[in-house]
């Protein structure tokens, strides 16, 4: 029996930190996988997120790690993806509302491209921040391998 740790690799894309300010993701290389998921988490908001502040994390692909495009909803599974490859927004909303407690989302990648990135844009003064954090799972390994 293979356990699950042997077949899935998990990269950081945006490094756990309270943001304050918009940020480009690390390009992550899915070479030799067959499958993506991208997941953000978010601690509690430092500020209160409105449709005034707020935070939009968008998907984004390459062929080379230098030139990115926004990803389209061809691109991904279990999600809808807006302009400017925005799958999520959080505003405060019932959808996108970290409140106190935090919280997590996620999309899944299909699109053809070698590297897929975060990317993290904000809206408004956000004074004190929120922890938020994307890490890119990479399946589906080609050759399985012992990660331990």
Same mark, same amino acid.
Not at 28 to 42: I, W
Not at 117 to 133: D, E, F, Q, W
């Given at each position: 029996?293979?356990? =699950? ?29 067959? /499958? ?29 790690? /230098? ?11 279990? &999600?809808?993806?807006?302009? #400017? #490859?925005?799958? =999520?927004?959080?505003? &405060? ?8 407690? &935090? #919280? ?19 809206? #408004? ?19 399985? /391998?012992?990660?331990?």
């Amino acid at each position: 029996m293979r356990d =699950l740790s042997n077949n899935l690799v998990i990269d950081n894309s945006l490094i756990n930190a309270v943001k304050t300010a918009a940020a480009n993701g690390t390009g992550v290389d899915l070479q030799g996988y067959e /499958s993506a998921l991208a997941v953000v988490s978010v601690g509690a908001e430092g500020d209160t997120l409105s449709s005034s502040i707020y935070f939009e994390v968008s998907l984004e692909h390459s062929d080379d790690n /230098s030139t990115y495009t926004d990803c389209v909803q061809a691109d991904i599974v279990d &999600g809808t993806i807006a302009a #400017g #490859g925005i799958w =999520l927004k959080l505003d &405060g909303t019932t959808d996108g509302n970290p409140d106190t407690a &935090g #919280g997590q989302w996620q999309v899944g990648y299909v699109g053809g491209k070698r590297y897929v990135r975060l990317v993290l844009a904000k809206t #408004g003064t956000h004074s004190n921040g929120t922890p938020i954090s994307g890490v890119v799972v990479k399946g589906n390994a080609r050759h399985s /391998s012992d990660n331990s």
